[in-house]
């Protein structure tokens, strides 16, 4: 709601350039926090299912892994959602919102429907599929307009959503490798919390020499720490 506030008055005032600036100020940045959280999540599906559920969800762990992406969309669509809202776009942002929701009524007989009646029969994790694909397809439809409205280059923004699935995933990955080759817990417990306590320092240093991945500049990592110290 703050963010929709701080568009809605640059765009009363018709000051573009302050839109496109809170655009390139915010939106990568708490996506990022959302891939953060999500892309671990996703690594450590199989525990997620045992430490809440118990044994008798473990088969929803491919579920899991697959809906885990579905937060880090789903905050880049609400963000840039509320450019729509600020500048009265309602209308096109309806209609995205109507045609995704159409073309997913067969993707998802297609992925849910058994093989006698031409499906993919792939339960739970068809669902996971069509909800995760349909929701990039969805927010990046979104972007594209409003890179166009703000003057930013949406291939830009293309790039940094998939650069940083792909880096947290592949880090958390790794980690979650390295702890099971170690061997530090047989607990499920104690073993996701220092995968946890691991990643988030590693995270924490890549962020430090590569604020890009989170939109942030060396200036704000530099403000962050001057606060740290004082």
Same mark, same amino acid.
């Given at each position: ?84 809202? @600020? ?8 209609? +995205? *919102?109507? %045609?995704?929701? $159409? =073309? ?67 880090? @958390? ?8 080759? +170690? *061997?530090? %817990?047989?607990? $499920? =417990? ?41």
């Amino acid at each position: 709601p703050l963010i929709t506030r701080e568009f809605a008055i640059a765009y009363a005032n018709r000051d573009i350039q302050q839109m496109a600036h809170l655009f390139r100020r915010y939106i990568p940045m708490l996506y990022g926090i959302a891939a953060f959280f999500s892309c671990f999540i996703a690594v450590h599906a199989e525990k997620v299912a045992l430490i809440l559920g118990g044994s008798k969800f473990h088969d929803a762990s491919i579920a899991i892994t697959i809906m885990a992406f579905y937060p880090i969309h789903q905050t880049y669509g609400q963000l840039s959602g509320s450019v729509f809202y @600020a500048t009265g776009q309602t209308r096109l942002y309806r209609n +995205i *919102g109507i %045609s995704i929701m $159409i =073309l997913g009524l067969p993707i998802t007989y297609l992925l849910i429907a058994p093989h006698q009646n031409m499906g993919l029969n792939l339960g739970s994790t068809g669902l996971a599929v069509k909800m995760v694909a349909l929701q990039f397809l969805g927010v990046n439809v979104q972007l594209y307009f409003n890179a166009k409205l703000l003057n930013l280059a949406f291939r830009k923004y293309l790039g940094h959503q998939l650069l940083c699935v792909c880096a947290l995933f592949l880090l @958390a990955f790794l980690i979650n490798k390295a702890v099971s080759y +170690i *061997g530090v %817990s047989s607990n $499920i =417990l104690v073993n996701f919390l220092v995968n946890g306590i691991i990643y988030s320092c590693v995270v924490g240093i890549f962020t430090y020499f590569m604020p890009d991945l989170f939109g942030l500049r060396k200036i704000d990592i530099k403000n962050i720490m001057g606060k740290l110290r004082k």
